[in-house]
C-alpha cells in the first residue's frame, strides 16, 4: 500500500470518528436547534425548542398547552420533515413537554 493510499482526507477522519464515538446524533441535535425556526416554521420555533434526543425520540419544550396540541396534531409532518432535512433516520417519535 503506497503512502497516498494510507492518507484519508479531513472529512473522511472526522466523519469515521463521529460514527465510532456515536457524536452523530448530539451534532444532528445542536444542527436541529440552529435550524429549528427552518424545519418547523417561525411561530412553532418561537413557542418551542427542542431539548435532547434518547431512543430516536426528540423531546421539545413548548410554551403553552395550545402549542402542545398543535405540536401534537402535527407530530408526523415534523418527524418527516426532519429526517429528510438531514438526510437520516433519526427521529422516530416526538414528545412534548
Same mark, same amino acid.
Given at each position: 500500500?503506497?503512502?497516498?493510499?494510507r492518507i484519508k482526507k479531513i472529512d473522511q477522519v472526522l466523519d469515521e470518528l463521529i460514527k465510532n464515538k456515536k457524536w452523530e446524533k448530539? @451534532?444532528?441535535?445542536e444542527? @436541529?436547534?440552529?435550524? %429549528?425556526? +427552518?424545519v418547523v416554521g417561525k411561530?412553532?420555533?418561537d413557542n418551542s425548542?427542542? @431539548?435532547y434526543i434518547k431512543n430516536k425520540r426528540?423531546? *421539545?419544550?413548548?410554551? !403553552?398547552? *395550545? %402549542? !402542545?396540541?398543535?405540536?401534537?396534531y402535527t407530530r408526523n409532518? +415534523?418527524?418527516?420533515k426532519i429526517n429528510e432535512y438531514y438526510d437520516i433516520q433519526i427521529i422516530e417519535d416526538i414528545f412534548l413537554a
Open positions: 500500500m503506497s503512502r497516498q493510499d448530539n @451534532l444532528a441535535l444542527k @436541529l436547534k440552529e435550524e %429549528w425556526k +427552518i411561530k412553532a420555533a425548542k427542542p @431539548l426528540l423531546f *421539545i419544550e413548548v410554551s !403553552s398547552p *395550545i %402549542w !402542545s396540541n398543535e405540536l401534537n409532518k +415534523i418527524i418527516k
